[in-house]
């Protein structure tokens, strides 16, 4: 009768020498930590982050020198136009970099056999590959929006676009 009037027990997951392993979540946690700091630690991130900051100093000079008409008549078009031309551009080379480098870089470095024979989930080794990779890609569009957001503070104030 005691036997069921006690709570059950959630199951814990072992590996085979009866350890108690962390849950999905603390996996993609870590795996998505040390796939940040493999980005910031390689070449990759910073030359991709300089591409960005050339691609908006382009355009800020651009815009600067030729003024075409269709920026600069109120802050909506140069927003638009601003976004429309160029991030579909970064977007892609965020995706070429760092998707391409997630999982090929394992394998090329010999690092993703060890990785694939610990008592990890593969979902979340592909999830915590996959968020580091959004979170390099969102720094690098972080600072682009920023030189926009300077050139539209510079073009036309604080204005807000309607």
């Known amino acids: 009768m005691t036997r ?3 709570k059950p027990t959630s199951p814990t997951v072992a590996d085979s ?3 108690a392993l ?3 979540v603390t996996q993609v946690g870590t795996i998505t930590k040390y796939e940040l700091v493999n980005y910031f630690r390689s070449r990759r991130f910073f030359v991709l982050l300089i591409i960005g900051v050339i691609i908006g ?4 000079a651009l815009v600067g020198y030729y003024r075409p008409a269709g920026f600069l008549t109120s802050p909506l078009d140069f927003y638009s136009n601003w976004w429309s031309n160029s991030i579909t551009f970064i977007i892609i080379l965020s995706g070429i970099f760092y998707g391409g480098d997630a999982i090929s870089g394992e394998f090329q470095n010999k690092t ?9 989930r593969r979902s979340s080794i592909y999830i915590g ?3 580091g990779a959004l ?3 969102m720094i690098m569009l972080a600072v682009f929006a920023a030189i926009t957001v300077g ?4 073009y036309f104030g604080l204005n807000i676009p309607n």
């Open 4 to 6: 069921f009037l006690t």
């Open 17 to 19: 020498k009866g350890r």
């Open 22 to 24: 962390p849950s999905s």
């Open 57 to 60: 100093a382009l355009l800020t």
């Open 112 to 120: 993703g056999y060890f990785l694939v024979a610990n008592p990890l």
């Open 129 to 131: 590959k996959w968020l």
């Open 135 to 137: 979170i390099a890609s």
């Open 151 to 154: 050139n539209g503070i510079y």
